[in-house]
């Protein structure tokens, strides 16, 4: 599958890109590593006039520890340096393990934070070649009026399927977005929008620039665990991210977050009330398991059935906790 026709821009200031964003932003996509978007346009899923190279704005990139062990993040680090960095595997936990398990190594090398951040959402009937989209019928993600996976509704179910952000969910991150009118910063749990076609709050004219953790999530015990159909390239069909931390053998400031099981990545409401000051057992981490599941509403948008992979939050949840907790 060949590449659409694109003007390549490769801005080597922050600024420069913000510009060209101002100019082109309408018609332009944003490249980071380029492991989703070149497959993508490949696919014929976005033609853009121009492409937005950000590999050459040095400010981008880096692990940047503050005060109290907080920490910043340019949007460029790779998935490789986050999954290596000593730091974050000591305060952050719960990140180093979601990265370490993003696609394979060749991918996390290329592959930024910032990219699996903004990842478009995934479906069966979207990501596949122009030829195939044609054949089977296009849908409202692209080119369509209607969803194959929810037939009569007007809403996309695609998935989003990135793993780092459940990590950075449960570690109460936020996000700086630029554009010419200035930075503006957000938490990321209210970047998402839950919808599969228009899944994240970011304009035209829009970049993710830096992640900030907090002090206050330094420290926080933490467990990534994924479904996918092979141990490794595989995107997650299923994932769960626990943090937590115990005081005197009672959990405190837990958090709980699904991918790939929703349009969005989303925090469990409720959960950490069920743990807060708990003396963790089998039972409470199989009620904790339960009300996953319940938050998730996979439909059918990939290989596996909706069924199974709520199942898999339930249990993968209940494993994660006790996991988490007797670290
Ligand atoms: C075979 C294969 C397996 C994969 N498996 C996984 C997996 O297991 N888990 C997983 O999470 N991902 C997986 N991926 C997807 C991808 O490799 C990762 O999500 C990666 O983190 C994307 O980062 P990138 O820098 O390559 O993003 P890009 O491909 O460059 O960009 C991804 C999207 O984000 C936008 N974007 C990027 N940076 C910014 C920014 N700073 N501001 C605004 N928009 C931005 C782009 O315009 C594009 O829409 C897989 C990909 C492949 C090809
Ligand atoms: S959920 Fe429906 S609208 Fe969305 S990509 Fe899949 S088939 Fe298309």
Do not use: I
């Given at each position: 599958m060949s590449l659409p026709e694109f003007k390549l821009l490769r801005p080597r200031k922050l600024n420069e890109a913000v510009e060209y964003l101002s100019q082109h932003g309408s018609n332009l996509r944003v490249l980071a590593g380029g492991t989703d978007l070149i497959p993508s346009m490949r696919q014929k899923l976005f033609e853009p006039q121009y492409v937005l190279d950000?590999?050459?704005?040095?400010?981008?990139?880096g692990i940047r520890p503050q005060s109290a062990n907080a920490c910043e993040i340019g949007v460029l680090t790779t998935l490789a340096a986050i999954e290596h960095s000593d730091f974050l595997r000591k305060h952050y936990p719960v990140l180093t393990e979601a990265a370490a398990t993003v696609a394979s190594p060749v991918l996390r090398n290329m592959g930024t934070i910032g990219g699996n951040i903004c990842l478009d959402t995934r479906c069966l009937w979207y990501n596949q070649s122009l030829t195939w989209r044609k054949g089977c019928g296009f849908c409202i993600k692209k080119d369509?009026?209607?969803?194959?996976?929810?037939?009569?509704?007007?809403k996309c179910w695609a998935a989003f399927s990135g793993d780092t952000p459940p990590a950075l969910l449960c570690l109460d991150a936020e996000i700086e977005v630029v554009s010419a009118s200035g930075p503006r910063r957000i938490a990321l749990r209210d970047f998402?929008?839950?919808?599969?076609?228009?899944?994240?709050?970011?304009?035209?004219n829009e970049l993710v620039t830096r992640i900030f953790l907090p002090a206050?999530?330094?420290?926080r015990r933490g467990v990534y665990r994924k479904l996918r159909i092979?141990?490794?390239i595989d995107y997650p069909l299923a994932g769960v991210a626990v943090a937590l931390r115990r005081l005197n053998g009672h959990v405190s400031d837990m958090r709980l977050a699904l991918t790939a099981v929703n349009p969005a990545p989303v925090l469990v409401k409720g959960a950490s009330q069920l743990l807060e000051n708990k003396i963790l057992d089998d039972e409470l981490a199989e009620a904790v398991g339960v009300l996953a599941a319940k938050t998730a509403k996979p439909l059918?948008?990939?290989?596996?059935?909706p069924e199974y992979r709520r199942e898999m939050i339930r249990v993968f949840t209940k494993r994660a906790v006790l996991a988490a907790g007797r670290q």
């Open positions: 950000l590999r050459y704005v040095a400010e981008l990139k369509g009026d209607l969803c194959h996976v929810a037939p009569g509704g007007t998402y929008t839950g919808m599969g076609d228009n899944y994240c709050k970011l304009g035209r206050a999530s330094a420290g092979r141990g490794s059918t948008t990939s290989a596996l059935t």
